[in-house]
């Protein structure tokens, strides 16, 4: 019988704590069992293996991100919806290192993981239509703020920047210089 109260949800729940507190190289079944209270084999009631779990919090990741970026572009557009974007985007890699770290950047064919990175890329999309780019144009730029963004905020999180500037004035230069670009 599973344990009362463990269900997928709350294996996740141990996964996101260990990436949170030790890193994802911490993030192992054994580690999880420790936090969930459970006996390892326990654990294969909820997930098939390690491959599994990390895909499930590749898709929380995903799902958190998501509802973050829609909540900061909902009701902008333009310039107004691109900084909020990648101001949201930077806040969550930076309020949540660990977790971003454990997301698989290049996710395999799994179907549920798939939608989730869909409609992520749709907020990105539908912000940056505003700029009349379609197509091939559209994609690259998409990309470039993804890349833009990520590097900074992994960067800010790592500890990258031990330079004494300001990093808010940093990345608001970013900022502009995207929008910039964008336009």
């Known amino acids: 019988m599973p344990r009362v109260g463990l269900s997928p949800g709350g294996v996740v729940d141990a996964a996101i704590e260990i990436v949170d507190t030790e890193g ?17 084999p326990s654990l294969y009631k909820h997930v098939r ?3 599994e779990l990390r895909q ?29 974007v990648m101001r949201a985007y930077r ?6 290192p660990g977790r971003y770290a454990a997301m698989d950047q290049a996710p395999e064919e799994e179907p549920r ?30 990309r470039c703020v993804r890349s833009s963004v990520h590097g ?7 500890g990258g920047f031990g330079l004494p500037e300001d990093l808010e004035e940093s990345y ?7 929008i910039g670009g964008l336009r």
Do not use: C, K
């Not at 054994?30 to 209270?37: E, I, L, M, R, T």
């Not at 608001?172 to 995207?178: N, S």
């Open 113 to 142: 993981i798939q939608a989730a990175a869909n409609r992520l890329l749709d907020i990105i999309l539908a912000v940056l239509r505003a700029y009349e780019l379609a197509g091939p144009d559209l994609i690259h730029a998409a």
């Open 152 to 158: 900074f905020a992994m960067l800010e999180a790592a």
């Open 56 to 84: 499930l919090v590749t898709l929380r990741v995903l799902e958190e991100l998501t509802e973050r970026l829609g909540d900061a572009a909902l009701g902008r557009s333009g310039d107004d919806a691109v900084r909020a």
């Open 91 to 96: 806040s969550y890699v930076v309020d949540h």
């Open 24 to 40: 994802p190289a911490a993030l192992t079944l054994s580690a999880v069992a420790g936090v969930a209270g459970v006996a390892t």
């Open 172 to 178: 608001e230069l970013l900022i502009r210089m995207v």
């Open 49 to 51: 293996n390690l491959a």
